[in-house]
């Protein structure tokens, strides 16, 4: 490939074009059409931070929000509480900025690159100082390039562009395989030339850091009937537990453990570190970080916990200790070994613990079953082990990357429920901008009704514009963007589970709330009761 170097004059219009090409469809050739132009033409500089931008990254905060309201509010000769408002019907903090800074400019005469380097990196920390700075390139913007730079300034960047998408759109433009791009941006990206030069070569010439974890592979959710996928035969089954999904990485004489978040997080879990020492060198394990004690699970909201606890003391390891369940094995002596069939790479990984277990580490078993109903009835015990269902994964599968429908499945367990009451809300933002669309809602306490979960998603755009209107005609204080509602809107509330919690005033705190339906049929006298929901809390 080459990059348009000094061919052609090349300024933020052209990132400009990029993001709005991106954001005005939903067709996926469009948007790969869109990204492999951009990229062949693109100098390496202005490549690199587009694709830091499209993988996700987010650079330090650079300005307080808080002074970027000030600032804009006072060139604009308008009091605080209105770009407030302003910001709560909009829904976005960088499109309100930009719509409300006075005038148009004639665009940036620089690439993105020079933008974000030679001037938002260098603003400084004095906020007179950044003042300045940023009403200069403010003035100079047209309405979407001060829309970008505000995107980038607040951290929300988002251009709706899965990383598979970008994936592919390079490796066309590289004439790569796009699994070789995909594995290769996997990790913390440098926004450099060099980084997109090396992202880009052949792949002879191209080397993968040894500190690099591979793409993971995600399963869907099973919603038809089970026996639709065949013969039980050609499936494996194993227990869905609830924890951080994890890459183990032993290479190059170093231990390290990748969130699927991509974050390295290895200083968190030592006792895990522990025991990957004494694994062969050139090992890579896919599995997932639970809180364990006595050959049990314990909660997740035990684990959570130890998430984003660096060098955690002697006594929260006591109180919260983990483990790594192993589910797969992705590189065995260096030797990337994803293309063989699941049995045969988990068979790789069971000599590695031999007969006594290696400390911090268990390999997940097949479950037997001979047929569908078998495998329901153990579903059915999931609740009772501490996990959210079953995997189903095709036995002869490969790890394939992201989410690919067909080999790998995940039935879990139906969701807890329980009627509740709407009693505040919050505006939306982004796509629903404008609507009240964030939820609180409460159970019944004896004669007081107790706020036990938020949501904001579950409904449809037309139950969204029911639920807005009723909102709206029944609020009965407001408490700056939260609305005080009267307590007359019932919806049926889904949740994984429950646990006891100091944190939260009722007691109680419930896992992934979401809304299941709306109940017009019910009455809020007939909601159920908080001891209802304190019944679904495991006993200690």
């Known amino acids: 490939m080459r990059f348009c170097g000094e061919d052609i004059r090349w300024t933020m219009k052209r990132f400009c074009?990029?993001?709005?090409?991106?954001d005005q469809t939903r067709k996926t050739s469009v948007k790969v059409e869109a990204l492999e132009r951009y990229f062949r033409e693109a100098p390496p500089e202005d490549a690199a931070w587009a694709v830091y931008v499209l993988k996700g990254e987010k650079m330090r905060r650079l300005?307080?929000?808080?002074?970027?309201?000030?600032?804009?509010?006072?060139?604009?000769?308008?009091?605080?509480?209105?770009?407030?408002?302003?910001?709560?019907?909009?829904g976005d903090l960088a499109e309100t900025l930009a719509r409300l800074w006075p005038g148009e400019g004639p665009g940036l005469d620089m690439p993105l690159h020079a933008l974000i380097e030679s001037h938002l990196l260098q603003l400084g920390s004095d906020p007179a100082v950044q003042q300045v700075r940023l009403q200069n390139i403010w003035g100079q913007c047209t309405h979407t390039e001060r829309f970008l730079v505000n995107k980038i300034l607040t951290g929300g960047f988002r251009m709706g562009v899965a990383r598979g998408l970008t994936a592919r759109a390079l490796a066309d433009v590289a004439g790569l395989a796009p699994a070789l791009v995909e594995h290769r941006l996997m990790g913390k990206w440098e926004p450099t030339a060099e980084a997109v030069r090396a992202l880009l070569?052949?792949?002879?010439?191209?080397?993968?850091?040894?500190?690099?974890?591979?793409?993971?592979?995600?399963?869907?959710?099973?919603?038809?009937?089970?026996?639709?996928?065949?013969?039980?035969?050609?499936?494996?089954?194993?227990?869905?537990?609830?924890?951080?999904?994890?890459?183990?990485?032993?290479?190059?004489?170093?231990?390290?453990?990748?969130?699927?978040?991509?974050?390295?997080?290895?200083?968190?879990f030592p006792e895990i570190v522990e025991g990957a020492r004494l694994l062969p060198e050139g090992t890579v394990l896919d599995g997932e970080i639970l809180a364990w004690r006595e050959e049990a699970a314990l909660p997740f909201g035990e684990l959570q916990r130890r998430i984003n606890r660096r060098n955690p003391g002697p006594a929260l390891r006591k109180e919260?200790?983990?483990?790594?369940?192993?589910?797969?094995?992705?590189?065995?002596?260096?030797?990337?070994?994803?293309?063989?069939?699941?049995?045969?790479?988990?068979?790789?990984?069971?000599?590695?613990?031999?007969?006594?277990?290696?400390?911090?580490?268990?390999?997940?078993?097949?479950?037997?079953?001979?047929?569908?109903?078998?495998?329901?009835?153990?579903?059915?015990?999931?609740?009772?082990?501490?996990?959210?269902?079953?995997?189903?994964?095709?036995?002869?599968s490969p790890y394939r990357s992201g989410r690919r429908r067909g080999d790998w499945w995940k039935w879990k367990v139906d969701p807890f429920v329980l009627d509740a009451v709407m009693v505040y809300a919050q505006a939306g933002h982004g796509r629903r901008a404008g609507l009240y669309t964030d939820y609180t809602f409460a159970l019944r306490d004896g004669e007081t009704l107790v706020p036990f979960a938020k949501a904001y998603s579950g409904l449809t755009d037309a139950e969204m514009k029911e639920v807005d209107t009723y909102i709206r005609k029944h609020t009965l204080e407001k408490h700056g963007p939260v609305r005080v509602v009267e307590p007359g809107l019932v919806f049926e509330v889904a949740f994984e589970g429950?646990?006891?919690?100091?944190?939260?005033?009722?007691?109680?705190?419930?896992?992934?709330?979401?809304?299941?339906?709306?109940?017009?049929?019910?009455?809020?006298?007939?909601?159920?009761?908080?001891?209802?929901?304190?019944?679904?809390?495991?006993?200690?």
């Open 17 to 22: 074009e990029l993001y709005t090409r991106l």
């Open 63 to 90: 300005v307080k929000s808080s002074l970027l309201r000030e600032w804009v509010a006072a060139a604009a000769g308008i009091p605080l509480w209105l770009l407030e408002a302003s910001y709560a019907e909009a």
């Open 201 to 268: 070569a052949p792949e002879e010439a191209g080397e993968v850091s040894v500190k690099q974890p591979y793409p993971f592979y995600l399963a869907s959710p099973l919603s038809g009937e089970v026996t639709a996928l065949g013969e039980p035969g050609d499936w494996q089954a194993e227990w869905k537990w609830d924890g951080i999904r994890a890459q183990l990485i032993v290479r190059g004489g170093e231990v390290l453990l990748w969130s699927r978040g991509e974050e390295v997080i290895t200083d968190g």
């Open 320 to 396: 919260v200790p983990v483990m790594f369940m192993v589910y797969d094995c992705l590189e065995v002596h260096g030797v990337d070994i994803r293309s063989m069939p699941l049995y045969a790479r988990q068979a790789q990984a069971v000599p590695m613990f031999g007969t006594e277990e290696t400390p911090g580490f268990r390999v997940s078993e097949p479950l037997e079953f001979r047929s569908w109903a078998e495998l329901a009835e153990l579903r059915d015990q999931s609740r009772e082990r501490g996990v959210e269902g079953v995997m189903l994964k095709r036995a002869d």
């Open 498 to 540: 429950v646990q006891i919690s100091k944190r939260h005033k009722c007691g109680l705190a419930v896992r992934f709330p979401r809304v299941a339906r709306l109940r017009s049929d019910k009455p809020a006298g007939e909601i159920d009761t908080l001891e209802a929901l304190r019944a679904l809390a495991p006993v200690d």
